[in-house]
């Protein structure tokens, strides 16, 4: 290829589950995985491209290296955390081909849903959480566990945000996002293990325009935006792509409306849950937009967002709602369809006519004599 | 009577001092190497001697060094791993305590060879005592010109820093041991990449046990190949064991790997017999993550080989009829102790010093923790035997650091042994809150298939 230039990132080929891809050197696997895409990319609960040092917490991305690189076709001899493993040369991974990965995709799986409360019902996460998505693709019916879950009280980081730490799955997004976005880091995991608990220290407030960041990139309903709690279910709402000027943030965001009433405003994900990114910086958006434009009318709406159709919210049909095409008279060979009480117009055994009757007919119209024919 | 390397002097009254230790030989191997060796020579001298990491896992010390990137104008750091929490490990604590010079001078020596500028020992947070004796030593190395700028005339510049953890036996895993160092909350990173290319502040960095670094001074003082010369096969030199549990004699013991370990339990030398006439049921010959061992399989291999103390004889077999040396955290268990109320312990320490950064350890380790004690209490079932054995599994190996694996296969090596002192305990709950299982047939004499001719 004599159009190669010095700068371009040399390639190196991939195969994962079979299908082989040419990516930029110094890509991990779950990234190359994405770009196959579907059932070849490993789920992460996590990870978080946009969020630098995420990943590597929640193992649901765990996938077999069955041969480390070209040069080194050694197997690895445990299972890797893609998101977290860049690729080589002639590297090949398994995903879903592999038995060990889905033992222990299955494993992690009920070890997150151990101390979850499962309370979707009343969760505002419910039809957008990525652990349900999780429980419906990889787990299993039932728990094997049998004692008392973990909880822990409700607690009100600031006015706009609430943590519900019971639903927690300690993917530390949210604290990397205090880190890396907010200027004045007071929120992150006290204490360890199962009683390990996302907190501001001792009950503070985050007072920070880009707080709001961390609801969306929550993967659970452990954050969740208190301007919208119990305020609807997010599939009876209709997204909308909206923009502002907004002098903080990029202000490119998704309205969730019920008939022109904003209910909620959040950044605009991609297919991964991620948050979008424009000129190769993450859309975050600044919690003036978030929380207090909250009118149609501060903003430029766009048009409706391309739900993926697995997800629940796209029953909306919300977008260009088309009414089925009427095939009935089409079968009949032109003729109306005409009510059952229609096909005969006048009974047979009587020779009653059923259209003159006034209303129904009951047992007393065919019970009385005939009338004689003149 | 064993050759002693480390703790041949630690009996001289008054060797905490510099003085002493100065009069006792101390300091001859930063002398020889600072005046007589290159850093790359000391390196090549510790990876001939056969020097295999203490604190557990057993890596060549020699080849972790070899690792270590060396890129222009970057520091390079070593930190000495003084955070010994392993239960029934407590050989550097003695280590430290009593000739506290023989670590500062081996870290001299180290830190020589690795180019390492700042040396860190991390100290676990409860031995307030053990810092201040580490503190004073490095004071009178300082004062003598053992540390400092230009040490010897050679040139080279060493200090040496206690930082003190605060309690967490996570730290132990050099990557949380880093974290920690650095300020931050004591998470393990995730590899890689390897402290040797990214380590403290980013830069190249080796995590090396205490017992390890110590062993540099016998290892430059004598040679390699006189140090190589001790021991079975890749299992050179001496280690510290720490002997505990039901025997006449617990402490720190000096070994030169050469010893049965019947010999090390019953001799009058080292541990002397278990006592009150009991019976040996079960060991945990390397700290209490490794496999837990029967007596008959602790006493002979599954080859009716006579099992050794070395790395090799004690890991044969695998995990299937094997254990591990660990970090010599010896501790025995008489026909008097329970082995389901004894993993229930250990499952319970793995529980509370969970990071909980990745969910397999944090959740799985709650859950074991929770079963155990269930059918320690008479209140279980078979089925749980089988869920402890599913839960073990799907732990280890899927997490972050070995923290997983170490709390894994306590329970996946007692169920694999003892299992049917398992299934008593759930098959008779009244009973088995008022006696114990006993000695049962844990010591009898395993049968050895003989060898089929081809």
């Known amino acids: ?374 | 009577m064993g050759r002693k390397l480390l703790l041949e002097k630690a009996n001289v009254p008054g060797i905490c001092t510099y003085e002493v230790y100065r009069r006792e030989g101390g300091y001859r191997s930063v002398e020889k190497a600072l005046k007589s060796l290159s850093p790359d020579q000391v390196t090549e001298e510790v990876k001939k001697s056969g020097l295999r990491g203490r604190g557990g896992a057993g890596f060549p010390t020699g080849m972790k060094w070899g690792f270590l990137a060396k890129p222009e104008g970057v520091p390079r750091y070593l930190v000495v791993n003084a955070d010994e929490s392993e239960p029934g490990t407590f050989k550097d604590r003695y280590l430290m305590e009593f000739i506290p010079h023989l670590l500062i001078e081996g870290m001299i020596t180290a830190s020589y060879a690795l180019g390492s500028n700042r040396s860190y020992i991390y100290i676990r947070g409860e031995y307030v005592w053990v810092a201040e004796i580490l503190e004073r030593a490095i004071d009178e190395a300082r004062a003598n010109g053992w540390l400092g700028k230009n040490i010897l005339g050679s040139g080279f510049d060493c200090d040496i820093y206690v930082h003190r953890g605060a309690g967490a036996y996570i730290c132990g895993e050099e990557t949380a041991l880093l974290e920690s160092l650095e300020g931050k909350r004591g998470n393990p990173r995730i590899k890689p990449p390897f402290p040797a290319v990214k380590g403290l502040w980013g830069c190249p960095t080796v995590v090396n046990n205490v017992e390890t670094i110590a062993a540099v001074v016998p290892i430059i003082n004598d040679g390699a190949e006189e140090y190589a010369k001790i021991g079975i096969g890749k299992s050179t030199g001496t280690k510290l064991i720490s002997a505990c549990g039901n025997i006449n004699k617990p402490g720190v013991y000096e070994i030169d790997m050469t010893i049965s370990v019947e010999e090390f339990i019953y001799s009058d030398e080292y541990c002397g017999g278990i006592p009150a006439g009991k019976k040996l049921k079960a060991c945990i010959p390397g700290g209490s993550s490794v496999p837990i061992l029967p007596a008959n399989l602790l006493l002979k291999t599954a080859k009716g080989e006579t099992r050794m103390m070395t790395y090799e004889s004690l890991a044969d077999g695998g995990f299937v009829s094997g254990s591990m040396m660990g970090s010599g955290g010896f501790i025995v268990l008489d026909d008097s102790q329970c082995v389901v109320r004894h993993t229930y312990t250990l499952a319970r320490f793995y529980r509370h010093e969970s990071c909980g950064q990745c969910s397999p350890c944090r959740e799985g380790t709650g859950w074991m923790e929770k079963i155990l004690w269930n059918i320690e209490t008479g209140k279980g079932k078979m089925s749980d035997i089988d869920l402890l054995w599913d839960i073990q599994r799907k732990i280890e190996g899927n997490t972050i650091c070995p923290l997983g694996d170490a709390a894994a296969w306590p329970v996946a090596a007692a169920i694999r042994h003892f299992r049917d002192e398992f299934e008593w305990h759930v098959l008779h709950p009244q009973e088995a809150q008022q006696r114990n299982y006993g000695l049962m047939h844990y010591a009898d004499p395993i049968h050895v298939p003989n060898p089929v001719m081809a």
Not at chain 1, 33 to 57: F, N
Not at chain 1, 291 to 308: L, M, Q
């Open chain 1, 1 to 374: 290829m004599s159009s190669d230039t010095k700068n371009t990132i040399p390639t190196v080929k991939v195969t994962i589950d079979n299908i082989t891809i040419e990516v930029p050197a110094g890509t991990t696997i779950l990234n190359a995985a994405r770009q196959i895409g579907g059932d070849v990319t490993p789920p992460a609960m996590c990870y978080y491209s946009k969020l630098e040092g995420s990943g590597g917490k929640c193992r649901t991305c765990l996938v077999e290296v069955a041969a480390g690189s070209a040069a080194d076709p050694r197997p690895m001899p445990k299972l890797v955390a893609s998101c977290r493993t860049g690729v080589m040369d002639g590297m090949v991974v398994k995903n879903i081909t592999s038995d060990k990965v889905k033992d222990a995709r299955a494993g992690v799986v009920e070890f997150l849903l151990l101390n979850h409360p499962l309370d979707c019902p009343v969760c505002d996460q419910a039809g957008e959480c990525h652990l349900q998505d999780l429980g419906y693709e990889h787990g299993k019916e039932g728990t094997r566990y049998e004692f008392e879950r973990r909880t822990f009280e409700k607690e009100d980081i600031g006015p706009y945000i609430q943590l519900h730490m019971t639903r927690c799955i300690l993917c530390y997004r949210c604290t990397y996002v205090a880190d890396q976005l907010t200027d004045q880091r007071v929120h992150g995991v006290l204490d360890r293990g199962d009683h390990a608990e996302i907190s501001t220290h001792i009950s503070k407030a985050i007072d920070n325009n880009f707080s709001g960041n961390m609801i969306d990139v929550c993967p659970v309903g452990a954050l969740t935006d208190k301007t919208f709690r119990f305020k609807n279910r997010v599939w009876f709402t209709k997204p909308v792509l909206a923009h502002r000027d907004c002098p903080d943030c990029c202000g490119k965001v998704t309205l969730w409306q019920r008939g022109d009433e904003v209910l909620r405003v959040t950044a605009r994900k991609d297919e991964w849950g991620e948050v979008c990114s424009y000129d190769g910086k993450p859309g975050w958006i600044c919690n003036t937009c978030r929380f207090d434009k909250k009118a149609a009318s501060d903003w430029v709406i766009e048009g409706p967002v391309n739900v993926n159709r697995h997800s629940v919210i796209s029953q909306g049909h919300y977008s260009a709602l088309q009414t089925p095409k009427e095939t009935l008279p089409e079968v009949m060979g032109g003729r109306a369809p005409k009510l059952m009480m229609d096909i005969h117009d006048v009974s047979e055994v009587n020779k009653i006519e059923l259209s003159q009757l006034p209303g129904a007919a009951t047992g007393s119209d065919f019970n009385s004599p005939a009338p004689k024919e003149a």
